[in-house]
């Protein structure tokens, strides 16, 4: 799988019965590695992407069931236009390109966000690029296109006010199980590890309500230059923490949910 020494020496390290089973990403600082190398911000986009089909494959290697990459937020339509629509036509090459090794490597796609904005023949690209991949199950990558996580939420909370009003849901009353089926994941697990490049400390509006137990981690490697022992390091980082989910840990170093002593 890897050939790299120190991958191994990572991959040895490993509990592969503590992976987590849903890893988002927010894939920041394409801009920056290139102006570092004063190249067209274009070219850390390319450079970028080149990165995500790497830490697909080495998620799929894992068996990793889900990955969730933030490709482009609702916000970056404010970007100058020869930069969206660069970022639109690389993204519809990606479609183009990927399939077959989606097909091959039973990867099956999704995409999260409000995707009614994106040009009409990405959109339908995407459409039938999700379709065609539909019934793989070995790893599930969603793209986060055109997203917000606050606009999610507003979003699922109109999915819901419409259903009621035509009779598709009852009047019973919201909790966070049923309100979360109405959200663009609906049916995914809520992301384990939430990894953010370029060393900035804020999460983007991005899965607001989904991250709401994730463990975060925040790494000064910029998005082109994140690879596979990066990814390694991280799930490392991931399986020293302790998860409490709001509760204490007992003497077992179980997660448990218990009242504090007052």
Not at 28 to 41: C, E, F, M, S, V
Not at 220 to 242: C, G, H, M, N, Y
């Amino acid at each position: 799988m890897f050939t790299a020494s120190d991958e191994k020496a990572l991959l040895e390290q490993i509990d592969s019965t503590l992976l987590p089973k849903h890893i988002a990403i927010i894939m920041d600082g394409n801009g920056r590695w290139a102006r570092q190398r004063h190249l067209p911000r274009i070219q850390g986009h390319y450079k970028g992407a080149k990165t995500a089909k790497r830490i697909i494959r080495c998620c799929h290697d894992l068996r990793i069931p889900y990955l969730t990459l933030y490709a482009f937020s609702d916000e970056n339509w404010s970007r100058p236009s020869i930069e969206v629509n660069a970022l639109m036509k690389l993204l519809n090459t990606y479609l183009d390109k990927e399939l077959r090794e989606m097909m091959d490597n039973d990867i099956q796609l999704r995409a999260i966000g409000n995707l009614d904005k994106l040009p009409e023949v990405i959109l339908k690209s995407l459409q039938q690029t999700i379709e065609q991949t539909r019934n793989n199950r070995s790893l599930v990558l969603t793209l986060a296109l055109s997203y917000s996580g606050r606009d999610e939420i507003i979003r699922g909370i109109n999915k819901l006010i419409k259903a009621r009003e035509h009779g598709h849901a009852t009047d019973e009353e919201v909790t966070a199980e049923s309100f979360s089926q109405w959200l663009d994941s609906a049916g995914y697990p809520d992301p384990d590890l939430l990894i953010r490049t370029s060393g900035e400390l804020r999460i983007s509006n991005y899965m607001l309500w989904q991250l709401a137990y994730s463990e975060l981690l925040f790494v000064d490697t910029l998005w082109p230059d994140f690879d596979e022992s990066s990814l390694l390091k991280a799930i490392l980082d991931f399986q020293q923490r302790k998860r409490r989910f709001g509760g204490l840990i007992d003497r077992s170093g179980s997660a448990k949910i218990v009242e504090p002593n007052r």
